[in-house]
C-alpha cells in the first residue's frame, strides 16, 4: 500500500490526482468481473470500467446508495454481494450504527483494515498527537467500527493505547488521571457528558492531563459553541473527525484549525452534488459528498452517496497541507434539513445556539405538525444553581434571535432526558408520515 498518504499530505495537487488516478484503476481491474455487486451494476448502466481513460470519468460511473448495499446484503447474506473475495479472504466484520434502517455489515480484509488504520493515523497525527501520547478510547467495543479504527492508529502510530470500554464515566476519569491520558477520543456528547459527572461529582477534570480531544460519530466538533464548551470545559484542543463504516475514516481537522476538514485525498475521492439534480457542484457551494475509498477494494464503495452535506474548500491550508477541506466539516444530512414556516434549518444550527448556554446539560427537540404547520418544541434540562425559568425564556428568545422561529423551550426535570455514550438521538420528527 505505497505511497503512504502522509507522504502525500503536502504533494502538489497534480500529484494527488495521478495518484488517485493510478490508484482507481488498480481497484476497478480489481473490482470488475469478482465483485459481483459491482460487475452487475455496470452491467446494467452499459458501462464498462475499461472505458475510463482519466480520473474525469469516473462520472461516467453510476452513483452507489446505501439502499442498493442494504439489497445488495439481503440478496447473499450474511454479507452481500458487495463482498468482492471469498469470505476466507476477510479478518473482520462490523457493522453500521444502525441510525436510520437495519444495519450494514462491512467487512474488511487484513489489508484493508491497516488501511483503515493508515488512515486514523493521519487524524490524530493531524491533531498533533505523538507516539508519546497515552489514548484514552471510552468505548464500548461491540460491532459498530467508530473507534476500533482508532485502535489500529493509535497502534500504528505507537501511541499507548487505554482502552476504558464497560466502565462508568466516574471511573473512567479516574483512571484518565491515573495513567495520565493525554488524549481522549469519543463522541462530543460523551465528552461533554464526562464533564458534567464530574462536575456532579466534585472531580477536578482539570486534574487529568488531557490536551486533546478527537471527536467522530456525530457533529458537534464542528459546531462552534459545542465545541468552544468542550475546550473550556477539558481546557484542551478539540478536533473535528468525519468517516463512515462504509466507506472509511476520510476526514480530519489540522492543528491549525482553519474551520474545516482536510479529506485524504490519496486515499479517497470526493465530488460534491446538488443532491436533487445529480449535477456537480462548484468548490464553495453547499451540496451532497459523493465519496470513492481506492483502499478497500475488498468491500468497496465507488461514487457512493453518503447523505452528507458539505461545501469544498481547495484554498491552501497554513499547515502546509495540499488536501481539499470540507469548509465548518460535515454540515448536515440531506434529509435532516427542515423547512419550517419557510425558514430552513439544520439541526446543528439548532445546537449551536443552545449550547451558548453552560446552564443546559442536555436538550432535546421535536418536530410536530400543528395545523400543518411544523413547530419546534424544545427541552432543556437546567443544572442547580441556575434559575430555570429564566434560562429557559433566554434559550426562547435566542433560538427566535438565530433561527427567526418561535420555538417552543420547556424545562425537563433533571436526569429525564436521554444521555448518550454513542451516536446522540437529540432530534426527533413527527411531523412525518
Ligand atoms: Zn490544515
Not at 487505554?162 to 495513567?179: A, C, F, T, V, Y
Not at 469519543?186 to 461533554?192: M, R
Not at 459545542?226 to 481546557?235: N, Q
Amino acid at each position: 500500500m505505497t505511497p503512504l498518504g502522509e507522504l502525500l499530505e503536502n504533494a502538489p495537487r497534480d500529484k494527488l490526482r495521478e495518484v488517485q488516478w493510478q490508484k482507481l484503476e488498480e481497484l476497478l481491474r480489481l473490482v470488475s468481473g469478482r465483485n459481483r455487486f459491482y460487475t452487475e451494476k455496470w452491467h446494467k448502466a452499459g458501462i464498462s470500467p475499461e472505458e475510463l481513460k482519466s480520473l474525469g470519468d469516473l462520472r461516467k460511473l453510476p452513483f452507489t446508495r446505501k439502499s442498493e448495499l442494504a439489497r445488495a446484503q439481503d440478496e447473499a447474506p450474511p454479507f452481500g454481494t458487495n463482498a468482492t473475495f471469498p469470505a476466507e479472504a476477510y479478518s473482520r466484520v462490523h457493522q453500521t450504527s444502525g441510525t436510520t434502517g437495519t444495519p450494514l455489515r462491512v467487512v474488511d480484509t487484513p489489508e484493508s483494515w491497516e488501511w483503515w488504520g493508515q488512515c486514523w493515523r493521519l487524524v490524530l497525527r493531524g491533531a498533533g498527537v505523538t507516539r508519546s501520547d497515552r489514548v484514552f478510547l471510552p468505548f464500548s467495543f461491540g460491532p459498530f467500527i467508530g473507534f476500533w479504527a482508532a485502535v489500529e492508529g493509535a497502534r500504528q502510530l505507537g501511541a499507548m493505547m487505554i482502552p476504558g470500554g464497560g466502565w462508568g464515566s466516574l471511573e473512567r476519569l479516574h483512571m484518565m488521571r491515573e495513567l495520565q491520558a493525554t488524549v481522549l477520543c469519543c463522541t462530543p456528547t460523551y465528552a461533554l457528558r464526562l464533564a458534567v459527572v464530574a462536575r456532579e461529582q466534585k472531580f477536578d477534570l482539570r486534574s487529568v492531563p488531557v490536551r486533546v480531544l478527537i471527536h467522530a460519530g456525530e457533529p458537534g466538533a464542528n459546531v462552534p459553541h459545542t465545541k468552544a464548551r468542550i475546550e473550556a470545559d477539558w481546557g484542551a484542543k478539540c478536533f473535528d473527525h468525519a468517516g463512515a463504516s462504509e466507506v472509511g475514516a476520510h476526514s480530519f481537522e489540522c492543528e491549525l484549525q482553519p474551520g474545516g476538514i482536510h479529506i485524504i485525498e490519496s486515499e479517497f475521492i470526493p465530488e460534491v452534488i446538488d443532491p436533487q439534480t445529480e449535477k456537480e457542484m462548484p468548490p464553495g457551494e453547499t451540496g451532497e459528498l459523493v465519496i470513492t475509498n481506492l483502499g478497500r477494494p475488498g468491500f468497496p464503495v465507488i461514487r457512493y452517496r453518503t447523505g452528507d452535506l458539505v461545501r469544498l474548500d481547495l484554498q491552501a491550508c497554513a499547515c502546509g497541507r495540499t488536501l481539499a477541506r470540507f469548509d465548518g466539516g460535515l454540515l448536515g444530512r440531506t434529509d435532516d434539513m427542515l423547512t419550517i414556516r419557510g425558514v430552513n434549518v439544520y439541526p446543528t444550527a439548532i445546537e449551536n445556539v443552545i449550547r451558548q448556554f453552560s446552564a443546559v446539560d442536555e436538550f432535546q427537540v421535536t418536530v410536530e405538525r400543528r395545523q400543518e404547520m411544523r413547530h419546534l418544541e424544545v427541552q432543556i434540562e437546567v443544572h442547580s444553581g441556575h434559575e430555570a425559568e429564566e434560562v429557559r425564556a433566554r434559550v426562547e428568545q435566542a433560538i427566535y434571535g438565530a433561527l427567526s422561529l418561535r420555538p417552543t423551550v420547556t424545562v425537563a426535570p433533571p436526569g429525564a432526558l436521554t444521555r448518550f455514550e454513542m451516536k446522540a438521538r437529540r432530534f426527533h420528527r413527527l411531523d412525518q408520515g
